[in-house]
């Protein structure tokens, strides 16, 4: 299974979501490749944000290597699954794929543990260190869910 997930300048949420989707799917024996992406470029090429690798590391999840990446249409054809984690970022990326958008395929990180509420991972960028601890913890649940119900249905790829 190939899974994508999307915030604003993918330094913050998404690259703790990349991560941690990662590690807890290699921890239950799940060969997943998963990546992250922002709707917006200011960030690409950069490292995630200090305090996400730092809470991220804290969890022994090493998110150190990734680089910032933008959104693009054909995101949406490469990947399985493709969550958000804003009502925002879904439609800033519905409107960059056009005519390539599979609904399908796109859906809120939180709907995994609150289904059809249309929750937000909030975004800690101009919050402190706790703030990022309460996204982690978030995004874990959420990753969480989302493997068990992918093991129950047996969809192991």
Same mark, same amino acid.
């Given at each position: ?12 949420? !998404? ?12 921890? =239950?024996?799940? %060969?997943?490749? &998963? ?11 950069? $490292?995630?944000?200090? @305090? ?5 590391? =804290? ?17 949406? @054809?490469?990947?399985? =699954? &493709? ?6 970022? @879904? ?12 609904? %399908?395929? =796109?859906?809120? @990180? ?7 509420? !249309?929750?937000?991972? $909030? ?27 992918? &093991? ?6």
């Amino acid at each position: 299974m190939k899974i994508l997930m999307v915030c604003l300048g993918n330094i913050c949420r !998404s690259p703790l979501a990349e991560g941690i989707m990662q590690h807890k799917a290699k921890q =239950a024996g799940l %060969a997943w490749m &998963v990546d992250s992406a922002g709707t917006g470029s200011w960030h690409t090429g950069e $490292p995630p944000h200090r @305090l996400s690798q730092k809470v991220a590391k =804290a969890r022994g999840v090493d998110i150190s290597c990734q680089k910032a990446r933008q959104f693009r249409p054909a995101d949406m @054809l490469e990947f399985d =699954a &493709v969550f958000f984690m804003d009502e925002d970022n @879904l439609l800033d990326a519905k409107r960059m794929a056009g005519n390539m958008w599979i609904d %399908a395929k =796109a859906s809120l @990180l939180l709907d995994e543990l609150y289904p059809g509420e !249309s929750r937000s991972v $909030p975004d800690p960028y101009y919050g402190g260190e706790p703030d990022y601890h309460e996204v982690y913890d978030m995004i874990a649940a959420a990753c969480d869910a989302f493997i068990t119900k992918q &093991v129950t249905k047996g969809n192991r790829l």
